[in-house]
T-cell receptor, first 116, second 110 residues
C-alpha cells in the first residue's frame, strides 16, 4: 500500500470511448499530480493541483481533462484519445507544492492505458 | 529548458557487485535532487539531496550531490536481485516542478 491508490490498474479503450482514471491519497497531502510515463521517455508532468486548485497545465491536449473535487481525490477524464496516448499514467501527491518546498512525491501504482 | 540526464540507461551486473548510477542536471530553479526506485509500478522515494558533499545513506544505498559540477551519483553495494529496478533521478522544483531523467534500468543477475 503506497498511500496513493489508483484505479483501474489497467484500461483498454477505443478512440471514441470516454473513461476516467481515479486517484485517492490517504496521506493528508495538499498537492496532487498527474504524470505520463511512456516507454523510453522521462516522466512527463501533466497537471498539478494544490488545495483543489489547478496550478499547472503542462500543455496537455484537451482530450485529457482533470478534476480535483477535494484534496484527497483526483480524476483524469479521457475522451477521443489517440493510440499514442497509450502509456502508464501515474498519480502522485506531496505534502506541499513541489515547486515551493522540498517535498518528495509519493506515487500511486499507475493505470496502464492502452488505446486501440 | 530544464534537463536531467541519467547514465547508463541500462546496466547488467552480477549479484554482489557494486554499481554507480549517474545523474547530471541543468535546471533553472534548483531546490533539490531526488532519487526514486521503480520496480513494477509506483516509483518509491529513496533520497532527497539539497546540499553538496553530504552523503545520504540507507543500508546498501548511498547518494551524494555535487552542486558545482551539477551531478549526483547513486551507489549500491553488495547488490541483490531485489535491487533490479529502474532508478529515476529528478531535479528542479521551480515553477515547472520536477524534471525527471529517463532512468537507469538495472538488472542484477544471480
Amino acid at each position: 500500500e503506497t498511500g496513493v491508490t489508483q484505479t483501474p490498474r489497467h484500461l483498454v479503450m477505443g478512440m471514441t470511448n470516454k473513461k476516467s482514471l481515479k486517484c485517492e491519497q490517504h496521506l493528508g497531502h495538499n498537492a496532487m499530480y498527474w504524470y505520463k510515463q511512456s516507454a523510453k521517455k522521462p516522466l512527463e508532468l501533466m497537471f498539478v493541483y494544490s488545495l483543489e486548485e489547478r496550478v499547472e497545465n503542462n500543455s496537455v491536449p484537451s482530450r485529457f481533462s482533470p478534476e480535483c473535487p477535494n484534496s484527497s481525490h483526483l480524476f483524469l477524464h479521457l475522451h477521443t484519445l489517440q493510440p499514442e496516448d497509450s502509456a502508464l499514467y501515474l498519480c502522485a501527491s506531496s505534502q506541499e507544492l513541489q515547486s515551493s518546498y522540498n517535498s518528495p512525491l509519493h506515487f500511486g501504482n499507475g493505470t496502464r492505458l492502452t488505446v486501440t | 529548458e530544464d534537463k536531467v540526464v541519467q547514465s547508463p540507461l541500462s546496466l547488467v551486473v552480477h549479484e554482489g557487485d557494486t554499481v554507480t548510477l549517474n545523474c547530471s542536471y541543468e535546471v533553472t530553479n534548483f531546490r533539490s535532487l531526488l532519487w526514486y526506485k521503480q520496480e513494477k509500478k509506483a516509483p518509491t522515494f529513496l533520497f532527497m539531496l539539497t546540499s553538496s558533499g553530504i552523503e545520504k545513506k540507507s543500508g546498501r544505498l548511498s547518494s551524494i550531490l555535487d552542486k558545482k559540477e551539477l551531478f549526483s551519483i547513486l551507489n549500491i553495494t553488495a547488490t541483490q536481485t531485489g535491487d533490479s529496478a529502474i532508478y529515476l533521478c529528478a531535479s528542479g522544483g521551480g515553477a515547472d516542478g520536477l524534471t525527471f531523467g529517463k532512468g537507469t534500468h538495472l538488472i542484477i543477475q544471480p
